[in-house]
């Protein structure tokens, strides 16, 4: 039973055709954040520099999928996958090459299905809910082979600071760190100048421009037009209720449970926190540690005001050139010292 929901002014629709259509408005608004859009054809990247996807790639990608998991627009389920024989495996391999050579992919590989779920509070007002994208299948499997490709190109380039959706790495290293920090500091009666930074939908506001020039920066040149192609006319569709919208372009950030999406987020913050470090940081056993970062969880850290107050300015320069915007209402700075601690919430 389709829900009924309240208009952006704030009236009640009942029928199912405004209900659903209140769906795409919201949703369309929520997922192109920014007053531009980088959706537009991008350039090609280096043809030819890479080999052809083998069957073993694509094999272990089919391996990785979650069972049980709902489909995408085209409706192939993960079971379908992988029941697939060695023929029905190479004939997937073969696809994928199709768009590996041609730099293009299906149009329901491009396409996301948003299907709203409820949090909490009441039931007929949208932002009470979060939306899940549901992606094509093959083409995660596509993207997995891209990502295992991407991955070992940049890992090496990637600072030791990031944690976030990187092999062997988790929020265990990072506590383990900042707790170290934290006892060296007190040990020997030093302040520690800290600033929480949150990102405003950080995902969702990546510009794709400026991502292709990242990409270039970090050695993914050749595996370009092969990533470029699942965003090149990217759009996504509402479905509630079994009642699906229209579709609507979605011109920037990255695409929802998307393998790629992971790696090459860390990337786009990585080059963010390389051009907005400063010399002082905090000095703690020879070392200097100026950020700790967890995906889009950034703490900068210092060891006076004045260096947190310019560590801060260059990040937040860096986050305004790359088209991030903090949060200034959910970012909090916070000052350990021997004299006790002192927190201030809205520091952006």
Same mark, same amino acid.
């Given at each position: 039973?389709?829900?009924?929901?309240?208009?952006?002014?704030?009236?009640?629709?009942?029928?199912?055709?405004? %209900?659903?259509?209140?769906?795409?408005?919201?949703f369309?608004?929520?997922?192109?954040?920014?007053?531009t =859009?980088?959706?537009?054809?991008?350039? =090609?990247?280096?043809?030819? !520099?890479?080999?052809?996807?083998?069957?073993g790639?694509?094999t272990?990608?089919?391996k990785?999928? @979650?069972?049980?998991?709902?489909?995408?627009v085209?409706?192939?389920?993960?079971?379908?996958?992988?029941?697939?024989?060695?023929?029905?495996?190479?004939?997937?391999?073969?696809?994928?090459n199709?768009?590996?050579?041609?730099?293009?992919v299906?149009?329901?590989?491009?396409t996301g299905?948003?299907?709203?779920i409820?949090?909490?509070?009441?039931?007929?007002?949208c932002?009470?809910?979060?939306? %899940? /994208?549901?992606?094509?299948?093959?083409?995660?499997?596509?993207?997995?082979v891209?990502?295992?490709?991407?991955?070992? @190109?940049?890992? &090496?380039?990637?600072?030791?600071?990031q944690?976030?959706?990187?092999?062997? *790495?988790?929020?265990?290293?990072?506590?383990f760190?900042? =707790? *170290?920090i934290?006892?060296?500091?007190?040990?020997?009666?030093? &302040?520690?100048?800290m600033?929480?930074?949150?990102?405003? $939908?950080?995902?969702?506001?990546?510009? *794709?421009? +400026?991502?292709?020039? +990242?990409?270039?920066?970090?050695?993914?040149?050749?595996?370009?037009?092969a %990533?470029?192609?699942?965003?090149?006319?990217?759009?996504?569709l509402? #479905?509630?209720?079994?009642?699906k919208?229209? =579709?609507?372009?979605v011109g920037?950030?990255?695409?929802?449970? !998307? &393998?790629l999406?992971?790696?090459?987020?860390i990337?786009?913050?990585?080059?963010?926190?390389r #051009?907005?470090?400063?010399?002082?940081?905090?000095?703690?056993?020879?070392?200097?540690?100026?950020?700790?970062?967890?995906?889009?969880?950034?703490?900068?850290?210092a060891?006076?005001?004045?260096?947190?107050? @310019?560590a801060?300015e #260059?990040?937040?320069?860096? !986050?305004?050139?790359?088209?991030?915007?903090?949060? /200034?209402? $959910?970012?909090e700075?916070?000052?350990?010292?021997?004299?006790g601690?002192?927190?201030h919430?809205?520091?952006?």
């Open positions: 039973m389709i829900v009924a929901v309240y208009s952006a002014g704030g009236a009640l629709l009942t029928s199912t055709e405004k %209900i659903v259509g209140r769906w795409k408005e919201y369309e608004d929520l997922l192109n954040p920014t007053d =859009s980088s959706g537009e054809e991008a350039e =090609s990247g280096d043809e030819g !520099c890479d080999p052809p996807i083998s069957g790639e694509v272990e990608a089919v990785q999928l @979650l069972g049980g998991r709902a489909p995408g085209d409706e192939v389920r993960p079971e379908f996958l992988k029941a697939l024989d060695v023929v029905g495996l190479s004939w997937l391999t073969r696809l994928c199709v768009a590996w050579r041609s730099g293009a299906p149009v329901d590989w491009q299905v948003v299907v709203p409820f949090k909490k509070g009441d039931r007929r007002v932002s009470n809910y979060r939306g %899940i /994208t549901l992606l094509s299948l093959p083409g995660k499997v596509y993207a997995r891209l990502e295992r490709r991407v991955r070992p @190109l940049v890992e &090496p380039r990637i600072q030791e600071e944690c976030g959706f990187r092999p062997g *790495r988790g929020t265990l290293d990072q506590l760190v900042l =707790s *170290r934290l006892e060296g500091a007190w040990e020997f009666a030093q &302040p520690v100048y600033c929480f930074v949150d990102l405003e $939908k950080a995902f969702d506001r990546v510009p *794709r421009g +400026v991502l292709w020039e +990242v990409l270039r920066e970090y050695g993914v040149s050749a595996l370009l037009r %990533i470029q192609s699942l965003y090149n006319r990217c759009k996504s509402v #479905r509630i209720a079994g009642n919208s229209d =579709s609507f372009p920037d950030g990255l695409r929802q449970g !998307c &393998p999406s992971p790696v090459l987020f990337i786009f913050m990585d080059r963010i926190s #051009r907005s470090q400063v010399a002082e940081g905090f000095r703690f056993g020879g070392l200097r540690i100026s950020s700790l970062i967890f995906a889009d969880d950034v703490v900068l850290l060891s006076s005001g004045e260096g947190l107050q @310019l801060l #260059r990040f937040a320069a860096e !986050c305004n050139a790359a088209g991030m915007r903090i949060s /200034t209402s $959910k970012s700075a916070m000052v350990l010292s021997r004299k601690w002192s927190a919430s809205g520091s952006g």
